[in-house]
């Protein structure tokens, strides 16, 4: 360096992409060999087989009064008392065979319910917990879908639907999307569950804990229709009614799922609304004779696979695209971008403020004009991506005046950035300068959404 001219240089750390939003997994209760409460990122479809519980050995088998009564070679990996779906297969007589609600009584024991006698048994086949199909499926499912993004599978135990719910809500309590940070593993975004779920209470009570609007948690939820109104108004839940039609091993709502994760937008690769996104190796619901059920099915916030027929396209497609408090999944994609990504940029701009000694960021209105440039430029990039509607513009005013404002539709079409100035502020909020917390930012905002139907007057004249 010379001696005229001094040079002072200062770094600034750009942020990492946030990644929250295309992490989702398949919820597995004893379908794999995982430990409790533990992950695994499958990369590939291939990549599940090797963690699968394997099939067990039955010892004896013996029908009395309606109830199959078994006994296994080694002991069972449940609790006593548990109810487990377990299919058995291999055995002789084969009425023996299929999937079953199991009740474990013992450590090597379990009965289920069989109308029938099925006669003595003279070959003894396996059992194995029906969360292995459901995982298998899962996957395949996954994958028929596309290459582009991994998925991971989050291992509850070899658990009952019951006590498995009650070990997931440990485990969302454990990694609340509230207190994500970029880099962190074990957070998800979308929790694929098994189908028998939708059918638990205990289920219902738990995806009705992740009501608030920050609370970026979504379950993938199969459901019947006999079931799916216990989830009325649930924002968390991306419920889905299957065709009639659609054999055992479908999981269509993990094609919706993955078309959530693999968003990825940016200002040259825009965000698509969900409702309408092509689907693949699924089964359209028929519509003829179906009317009335699925007009309830979309008037409750709950999707079908649909045809593309009407617009001329043969694939089959995600309707209508809501979670099941009847907004649009892109509504509620768009506001957790925006809660994930201010905090990003707010976050970083503190932290680079506190460590260039050429700029530092002060807590005076200088300071608040910068916080509320940094916002401004991330609504201006949501706006890029199709994710929020309209454009920014700057607000200085008292959150009273900026909440009425809104309230009488000053800022309809734009997205506003209220700034509450720094006198204002501190005289409203004494003890919070000296706290160091600065809470006047806030922001008026509309998601872009897309549309679900067109209706168009067509008049045909007669001239005389």
């Keep these: 360096m010379g001696d005229i001219t001094v040079v002072n240089a200062t770094q600034s750390v750009a942020a990492e992409p946030l990644t929250l939003q295309n992490t989702g997994c398949f919820v597995s209760h004893g379908g ?7 992950i695994q990122l499958l990369t590939a479809e291939t990549d599940l087989a090797s963690i699968l ?4 050995a039955l010892a004896s088998l013996s029908w009395s009064g309606g109830t199959v009564s078994a006994t296994t070679e080694a002991p069972l990996p449940f609790q006593i008392g548990d109810i487990v779906n377990l299919t058995i297969a291999g055995c002789t007589p ?3 065979n299929g999937t079953f609600p199991c009740t474990i009584t013992g450590a090597s024991a379990f009965t289920y319910p069989l109308a029938g006698n099925p006669g003595s048994e003279t070959v003894l086949g396996t059992y194995v917990s029906v969360s292995v199909a459901e995982v298998t499926d899962m996957n395949a499912e996954w994958w028929a879908q596309g290459s582009t993004l991994a998925v991971y599978v989050l291992e509850l135990g070899a658990l009952g639907s019951v006590n498995a719910i009650a070990a997931l809500a440990t485990y969302l309590e454990k990694y609340p999307n509230t207190e994500y940070e970029d880099g962190d593993v074990g957070y998800f975004y979308h929790y694929c569950v098994p189908p028998e779920w939708s059918s638990q209470s205990t289920y219902v009570t738990l995806v009705e804990e992740y009501e608030a609007t920050n609370d970026m948690t ?3 939820t199969t459901m019947t229709t006999g079931n799916y109104t ?49 689907q693949f190796d699924v089964t359209v619901y028929p519509k003829a004779g179906n009317s009335t059920i699925l007009a309830e099915l979309k008037a409750a916030g709950v999707n079908i696979v649909k045809s593309a027929a009407e617009g001329g396209i043969s694939n089959a497609m995600l309707a209508y695209g809501t979670t099941m408090d009847v907004n649009a999944i892109d509504y509620w994609y768009s506001i957790d971008w925006l809660i994930l990504q201010s905090d990003l940029a707010l976050t970083n701009a503190v932290i680079n403020g506190s460590n260039d000694p050429l700029a530092p960021l002060y807590y005076d209105q200088a300071g608040i004009n910068t916080l ?28 009273t005046t900026f909440a009425n404002n809104v309230t009488n539709g000053v800022y309809a079409g734009n997205i506003a950035i209220n700034a509450v100035p720094f006198t204002t502020y501190v005289l409203l909020n004494p003890s919070n300068y000296q706290a160091r917390k600065y809470g006047g930012l806030q922001v008026a905002f509309s998601p872009q959404l897309g549309f679900e139907q067109v209706i168009i007057n067509l008049n045909a004249v007669q001239f005389p």
């Design 32 to 38: 794999t060999t995982l430990t409790a409460g533990s």
């Design 53 to 56: 519980t394997p099939a067990a």
């Design 94 to 96: 084969s009425g023996y």
């Design 218 to 220: 979504y379950f993938d």
């Design 230 to 278: 216990s989830f009325a108004g649930v924002k968390s839940v991306i419920g889905e009614v299957q065709a009639p039609a659609a054999p055992a091993t479908e999981f269509s709502v993990v094609a919706t799922m993955f078309n959530v994760l693999n968003r990825n937008p940016s200002a040259t690769n825009k965000a698509t609304q969900f409702c309408y996104n092509f």
């Design 372 to 399: 509320q440039s940094v916002e401004e430029g991330v609504c201006a990039t949501g706006v890029s991506y199709g994710l929020l509607l309209g454009n920014p513009i700057l607000v200085e005013t008292d959150p």
